[in-house]
Every structure is written in C-alpha cells, then in structure tokens.
DNA sequence: GTCTATAAATGGATAGAC
DNA sequence: GTCTATCCATTTATAGAC
C-alpha cells in the first residue's frame, strides 16, 4: 500500500483528496451539483465537514477539477482530429474520439454537459465547450463541401444533432453495465452516418 | 383586458398564477431548479416572496405543473403512434410526435429531461418517464422484427441513441429562433433512419 | 488528518396589516 | 394582490483543540 512507481498516498492515512474528488463527482451527478451540499458529501465519506474542507478549498473546486478533466480530454480528441489527413477521417476521429472521453470519463463529461453558467468556473468551462463545439462544426462543413455528408442540412444542426446521440451516452453508459464501450464507438459511428434504417 | 371566451384574468390586477408558473419554469431552466431561489423568482417578477406563495403553494408546485405538461404532450404522442396500422409508421409517428411535443413545450420539457429525482415529485415524473422510454423500446423492436430498423444493434441502445439526439433539441432549440420546427422535425426523421452520409 | 463548535448568510415559507 | 417583518432550518466555510 505504500506505492511501488506510483507515489500516491503520501504520509499518514485517512482520506486523500483524490478520494474527495472521487466521490464529490459522484454525487454532483447523482443530485445534481446545487442539490448536492457539503453534508451530503461528508455524510458519504464518513468525515467532518472540517476535514472535508482540509482536502479542498471549496465545494466549487471539485467541480471545477472534474471539468478540467473533462475539457482536457475532449479537446485533446480534436487535437488529435485534426492532424488527420482527410476530411472523412478527420470527422471520423472526432466523433470516435469523443465517444472514447465519454466512455472513459463519464462522471466528469457528464457534469460539463449539465452547467448551467451559474459561477464564473462554470461560464468559463462553457466557453471552452462552446469553442469544442464550434470547431467540430467546421469539420462538418468541410465533410459537406467535400460530399462525404449531405448538404441539405444546416452544418450547425448536423453537428447538434450527432452530437446531441452521443452526449446523451453519458445518461445511461456504465463502465461496469452490459454494453461493451469499443463496441458502443463503432455502433454509434455506423448510426451517425447511416443511420438505423435496415440496408435495403 | 377584461378578455371575452377566456375568463383568463378575473378580479383585480396584478400578477396571475400563469405569469408566475412562466418566469419560474424559464428561471429554473437558465439557472438549474435547485441553483433557483424564490428570491431569484421574486425578482425577476418585481414582488415579494408573500406576494408569490399568494399565487403558488410552493417552488415545487412550479415544477410540478411544467412536469405534467411535459409528460402529458410526450404520453398523448404515444397514445397517436400506437393507434397506426404498422410498425414502420408507429415509429415515425412517435419520432414526429416526441419532436413536436419537444418544440412546443420546450421549457417544460427541458425541465423533465434534467430531473435528478431529488423528490417524490421527480422520482414520480421520472417514473413515468420511464414507462414512455420502455413503451418506445417496444416499437422499436418491433421495427427490427419487420425488418424495417437494422437489427446488429439493441433495441434499447438503438432507441437511446435516437432519442437522445431528439431530446437533445431543447438545449438549442428555441422557438423564436433560425430553425423552423417543421423542417427540423422531417431532418431529425431523415437523419434517424438514414444518418448524415451523403446519399451515393 | 480529524474533531467540536460556531459564524454569517441564505434557503423556503408564514403571519398579519393594508 | 401585495406588503413588512419574521421564523427556523440549512447552507458554505472557518477557528482552534487534539
């Protein structure tokens, strides 16, 4: 327990931030973020809200690390879709690759989708989000111009809408249920592209 | 003012029960249910807190009333795609339906769609939720079965992701907006059943 | 690293006058 | 139908002992 490469629990025991972290995450998607107090997280860890609070500066700090966690992720998927080399692959990675950050870091992405803007960290992680966004529309323009997508379809509404399919994945996927994430990519890809109809 | 077939606002003036019900169920969607105080409400209305409980019992009378609304329009367009003759058109139709129910009665839907189940008003609402979720399950397998949807993916996956692009409308939609409902409505079916791919 | 105790503010809701 | 004033529970967060 007192770590090999990894050193991750320095010092004495009880509780580590990580673990705060952990379960703060989980109830702000449980209740929701204002719906979740402090009590409630320390009644779940079994701890003081003084010691609580000697682990995190705020209730809002939890929030805003799982975010960053969450906007890390995501923005380094479209890093990753640019560098591509065709338009097709290019929208192919984005939409794989944003699955994969949902499937691997489902508590965080979940929160992000849920802000509202009701604090400076949360219009801020907004920002960023709406920047995401955006930059996926541009590549489902350039899929259009290049007629790998249909064009009789607003860009913006295109990307909504596909995109809407796979956030909503953060709603009902589990990492320990039934439905296998690697599948789950490629289903989706297939349902994004050609839809549910059966091949005629 | 004194209205003719609507009795709609008997008696002195003032504030009405309907005005109140409107900002509260708008300030609960920009702000979250929880992130909202009366005191937010009360505000944005221009009186007091008593002034307020004169019209409504309480905060969660609000979202009870939105509630109804919402389950009632989505439960009312399943009732219409259960009375079609085949499978095919009782898919589309609660396709159609659900995405008509969604731009009509965003607000209210937009509140359904966020619950937490933080209550026995939402976990209520969310039960009946539910039951619309596995009743549109049913039609989509019965859609595999007819050979009409693809049938190398579940039922309930394929329905979760179809539906989590329809439900995905209230984040952006707005009825004031670019977007005309009608259209958006025949994209969604055309993009559900035959995907973003460029017809070849 | 955790505790007891408490501060200071805000939450939903009510009493009773006008 | 709206007001002032208030109740009381709960909120986030801190002080200081162990």
Chains 1, 2 share one sequence.
Not at 97 to 123: F, H, K, Y
Not at 142 to 162: F, K, M, N, P, W
Request: aromatic share 4%; net charge neutral.
């Amino acid at each position: 327990m007192t770590a090999g490469a990894r050193p991750a629990r320095r010092g004495r025991p009880g509780h580590a931030r990580e673990d705060v972290i952990r379960a703060g995450v989980e109830l702000f998607n449980e209740q929701g973020y204002d719906a979740t107090s402090v009590s409630d997280l320390t009644g779940r860890l079994g701890l003081t809200k003084s010691a609580l609070y000697h682990h995190v500066d705020s209730k809002e700090q939890i929030l805003q690390i799982a975010l960053e966690d969450a906007l890390g992720g995501l923005e380094q998927a479209l890093a990753d879709a640019l560098q591509q080399p065709s338009a097709a692959e290019r929208l192919q990675t984005i939409i794989r690759g944003a699955v994969r950050v949902l499937t691997d870091r489902q508590p965080q992405v979940t929160l992000l989708l849920r802000l509202r803007g009701n604090s400076e960290i949360e219009t801020a992680a907004l920002a960023r989000r709406r920047r995401f966004d955006r930059t996926v529309t541009a590549l489902m323009r350039e899929a259009q111009s290049e007629g790998l997508v249909r064009s009789d379809l607003d860009a913006g509404v295109a990307t909504r809408l596909i995109f809407g399919m796979i956030n909503s994945v953060v709603e009902w996927y589990r990492p320990d249920g039934p439905v296998d994430p690697d599948l789950l990519r490629e289903e989706i890809l297939r349902v994004a592209l050609g839809g549910l109809a059966a091949r005629t």
